[in-house]
């Protein structure tokens, strides 16, 4: 009796104890040129959510975000989402979704749809890393000049794989140059991002066409998606931009065109928002009030608590690993 009682109390010990958790994805796809770690292998994702489904009640992200505000969020509570609005996301994540029965949230870059030009900071990535590219280059931005070189032509078509620019420091000029034209661009305007990635195109003979694997969806795509069971569309700005670095009128414009546009596609209110960058600043957080959004996620990763507001809800980014490592809460 007192060995049972004692086994017992063991397995209570060892039981996990869970926390409310809102994943991040990105790209489904295999690759290994990843800087920022956006990607997960069509395999591991599916292995990923199935994982989760055992372990989880996965709910969409409005019942999340209405339960939170209630009080009412289960412990071992979870919600899906999707940022940007990558084609993988509707041919390859939402038919393994639909098929399991889990509900998952795409947030959308609106201005993106049915374009075929690469987000920009792909773009960036295929120019810095073609093996064809070369030599010296600049670029001007909001009058500042930065200026790079990128070495010699290679056959080496290996160029950044592997490296992780979150975790480790570049390792070579085409790294360093990479992660440094990242950090001038990420506070541009759309425009100019994609007409400074043009010129610098240019200067070093890069003529690579946009790779279909980085596609955004078509309008077609995303309007099907969100017809799907259980999946929902929703804003992520018409550009991309930044939010805390522009003003009120910026700021409104970009949260409210996306959730319109959204809204014209689904034909259902778009009150959830995902913060580019998981960037946001009080006067964001009006903003995404004043546009009547209920819920708005960041990318701060760590699980949910009872004290967070409703329009800053963290998120855990999701990578190409075992999905055990994200909820484990202990």
């Not at 899906?80 to 979704?97: E, H, S």
């Not at 201005?111 to 792909?122: A, H, I, P, R």
């Not at 280059?137 to 909001?142: G, K, L």
Request: proline share 7%.
């Amino acid at each position: 009796m007192a060995w049972t009682l004692k086994t017992r109390l063991r397995g209570v010990l060892r039981r996990r104890v869970f926390k409310p958790v809102i994943l991040m994805y990105h790209r489904i796809v295999a690759t290994d040129l990843d800087p920022w770690e956006l990607a997960v292998s069509p395999t591991n994702f599916e292995k990923q959510v199935r994982d989760l489904a055992k372990t989880r009640r996965v709910l969409p992200l409005r019942e999340f975000a209405s339960r939170h505000i209630e009080g009412s969020l289960p412990p071992d509570a979870a919600a899906i989402t999707f940022d940007d609005g990558y084609a993988c996301n509707a041919l390859i994540a939402a038919p393994v979704l639909e098929t399991l029965g889990l509900p998952a949230t795409f947030f959308l870059v609106t201005s993106m749809l049915g374009k075929t030009d690469e987000f920009w900071n792909d773009a960036l990535e295929r120019v810095i890393f073609d093996p064809r590219a070369a030599g010296p280059a600049s670029i001007v931005v909001a009058g500042r000049d930065a200026h790079v070189d990128l070495g010699e032509q290679t056959d080496d078509y290996q160029l950044g794989r592997g490296w992780r620019a979150m975790h480790e420091p570049p390792r070579t000029a085409r790294e360093q140059a990479y992660l440094k034209l990242w950090k001038v661009l990420k506070p541009a305007s759309f425009d100019v991002q994609y007409q400074a990635i043009e010129s610098l195109a240019r200067q070093v003979g890069s003529d690579l066409a946009p790779r279909t694997s980085h596609r955004p969806m078509t309008i077609d795509e995303a309007r099907m998606l969100s017809r799907r069971s259980r999946l929902d569309i929703s804003g992520h700005t018409d550009t991309h931009v930044s939010l805390p670095l522009w003003d009120r009128h910026i700021q409104l414009k970009e949260i409210q065109k996306s959730c319109r546009t959204c809204e014209d596609l689904s034909c259902r209110p778009c009150t959830t928002f995902a913060y580019p960058y998981g960037d946001y600043s009080d006067l964001t957080i009006e903003c995404a009030k004043e546009s009547g959004l209920v819920c708005a996620v960041s990318a701060y990763p760590r699980p949910v608590a009872n004290t967070d507001l409703p329009l800053v809800l963290p998120r855990i980014m999701m990578t190409n690993e075992s999905i055990v490592r994200y909820l484990d809460a202990n």
